[in-house]
């Protein structure tokens, strides 16, 4: 198996890690927040975890990028759309949903109300969600498949 192969397996693999996370940290904030719920150290935990896997998927991806057939800057780039989504959208994309986590995560801390703490984190989290979904059917693959 070379780099190429290993970096794809592992990148793709990781995503389930990564959704099952931040679809828990999504679930528990929105009951959190609508049930006026403590912040408890669990619900801390969950979202660093979160934070965490998703840093880890963007440093694989940047690996998987640079080792990627995909991946070309050349003058037909922008012009084939596959070249283009992987080159280009993907990551971009992927880069906004893990900025979107990491401040919500960093704006949760500085809050005092559990509400407060909740409310940030559902509201974040899930816009980084829908990004990353957007970003996944664009690629024109299977949801749940191997890329």
Known sequence: ????NFLLHA???FRYVVSILL???????FSGWLEKKPYVEAN??????????????????ILLYFKSPYVEFNSDTMKDP?????????VV?????????????????????????HRI????YSAALIIIVLA???SHRPFLGMS
């Open 136 to 138: 996944i059917l664009a």
């Open 1 to 4: 198996m070379n780099a190429y």
């Open 82 to 90: 596959e070249l283009r989504y992987w080159t280009m959208e993907h």
């Open 23 to 29: 679809l828990l940290s999504i679930f528990l904030s």
């Open 44 to 61: 801390r935990r969950i979202n660093l975890f979160t934070l965490i896997s998703a840093h880890i998927q963007l440093l694989l991806g």
């Open 93 to 117: 994309m992927m880069i906004v949903a893990i900025i979107i986590i990491t401040i919500g995560h960093s704006k949760s801390k500085k809050l005092v109300l559990p509400e407060a703490k």
């Open 121 to 124: 984190i559902a509201l974040y």
């Open 11 to 13: 990148h793709s693999g």
